[in-house]
């Protein structure tokens, strides 16, 4: 049988991890055979944060890019040049950081995030309401 460790959580008060439960339970006569990780989505968002758009402004050699400063709460602002049209200045965004793995909506690989850009992130995301720009996140 297959149980949810939040369902557990629900009826239980746990303050230990799925690892250490299943070797307390294994250890009470209840034998688990394995932990497994789920994901709603592959991945898990994993090194997607959102970020504070601190400072917009017009790229100097393209027509549609934009140069941002953005805010992800490390010690330095990221400049990041982003392609989205309605990216404007104060807005919280997804940032994908650099080595985030994007998956498509499939689940299949995507590609690999070398360098900050925000471009076609809401698309990868399978965002459908975002896939005009960039995803702005709500305060």
């Known amino acids: 049988m297959k149980i949810s460790y939040n369902w557990l959580k629900q009826y239980i008060n746990l303050k230990l991890g799925p690892e250490k439960i299943s070797e307390l339970l294994t250890n009470l006569g209840l034998e688990v055979e394995g932990v497994q990780k789920y994901s709603s989505i592959k991945g898990g968002l994993e090194g997607i944060v959102v970020g504070h758009v601190k400072d917009c402004t017009k790229h100097p050699n393209a027509d549609k890019l934009k140069i941002t400063s953005v805010d992800i709460g490390s010690n330095k602002l990221l400049k990041i040049v982003c392609g989205a049209p309605n990216v404007d200045k104060g807005q919280k965004v997804a940032v994908a950081t650099v080595g985030t793995t994007i998956y498509s909506s499939n689940g299949s690989f995507a590609y690999f995030v070398f360098n900050f850009s925000s471009s076609k992130l ?16 709500p305060p």
């Open 122 to 137: 809401s698309r990868k995301l399978n965002i459908p309401s975002c896939n005009a720009g960039g995803i702005d996140v």
